[in-house]
């Protein structure tokens, strides 16, 4: 009789997303949903992506936070609530913090015992927006609340997790999935569609980085099995907001005359140690640890408006397909 080998098909490694309805746990759920089995939750704001299971919970619920990482036992969980603009922190403090870092605890401390990755995106805002090229070693210094309570979830996941990756990303954008939000890109989106003139930011340069891009790393590192670091992402050069929206309408064929330079509130914490005194508030993240540990190239920012111009034609781009492989990466 021949010995008859059974193959046994690999299992589906299963993501869990807190916040699915937050423009970041939108477009990962989005993009992992081919190679994963995604279930996301929502708590105000119910979203229907196909392919993937959406729950209501409250992340500062301790019950409901343990009611669904027990039912599904995550491989992974994606950490994406929070207020994330800075002046909705400044003006609600409270819940900035609530959100931004007292949710995660929770999260933290039954991914503990569930076995569940931890997996917290945080911000180049950590820091104090001064002019020098910020690197992970660099010890927080945010001069803004919302910097205040992401360098605190920082602190707190790296001290008490033991299966953690922490994201520290610039500036990200694209298109999210609640019709009645608009997010940064969509709002410049719809006023040139209106011909509108709008004035712009010109104070804080920040790196710009299309979504997919953070999404296809997160996907090579977890490919990896990559364990309890902290990376930083972001373009390979810095835009304000004024710059980025020039680089928008030379890419997407818009009329420049109706952007407007201006100057929009940075709201500094009264109790800051760190308050820039330059021309510009400058958040440049170094970028060559993540580089060399997974072999990538990342983009600049009108590199990264030019993928996100093809993104949102369908045309294929070879950076996506190359990163599914995970290594020697350029991704333009």
């Excluded at 990342?298 to 599914?324: M, Q, W, Y």
């Amino acid at each position: 009789m021949e010995n008859v080998t059974t193959l046994v098909p690999k299992r589906e490694k299963t993501i869990l997303i807190f916040g699915l309805s937050s423009f970041v746990g939108s477009n990962l759920a989005e993009f992992f949903k081919k190679d994963y089995r995604v279930v996301g939750s929502y708590n105000k704001n119910p979203v229907f992506i196909p392919g993937v299971l959406a729950l209501p919970c409250d992340v500062l619920n301790k019950e409901e936070v343990q009611l669904i990482l027990y039912a599904f036992k995550p491989d992974i969980t994606i950490y994406a609530i929070g207020l994330s603009s800075l002046m909705a922190c400044a003006r609600e403090e409270e819940r900035a913090d609530a959100l931004n870092a007292s949710g995660l605890f929770n999260v933290v401390e039954y991914c503990q015992r569930y076995k569940s990755q931890v997996c917290y995106i945080s911000s180049g805002f950590v820091f104090g927006g001064e002019d020098k090229s910020y690197i992970e070693m660099d010890i927080p210094d945010p001069n803004t609340a919302y910097g205040k309570t992401q360098a605190s979830a920082e602190f707190y996941i790296q001290k008490t997790s033991l299966n953690y990756l922490v994201f520290r990303v610039c500036k990200l954008y694209g298109r999210g999935f609640l019709e009645h939000r608009l997010n940064f890109f969509e709002a410049i989106q719809k006023d040139f569609m209106q011909r509108k003139n709008v004035n712009f930011d010109d104070l804080v340069k920040t790196g710009y980085l299309d979504i997919y891009y953070l999404a296809m790393i997160l996907k090579i590192t977890f490919e990896k099995n990559v364990k309890n670091r902290l990376f930083q992402i972001s373009s390979t050069d810095l835009a304000t907001p004024y710059e980025f929206s020039k680089y928008y309408c030379e890419t997407f064929n818009e009329s420049p005359s109706l952007v407007q330079k201006g100057r929009w509130k940075y709201p500094i914490l009264a109790s800051a140690a760190t308050v820039p005194s330059g021309e510009n508030i400058l958040f440049k993240l170094d970028v060559s640890n993540i580089e060399g540990f997974l072999n990538i190239k990342l983009p600049s920012v009108k590199e990264s408006i030019e993928f996100t111009f093809n993104r949102f034609k369908g045309v294929s781009k070879s950076g996506r397909s190359s990163a599914n492989k995970g290594e020697g990466v350029t991704f333009i």
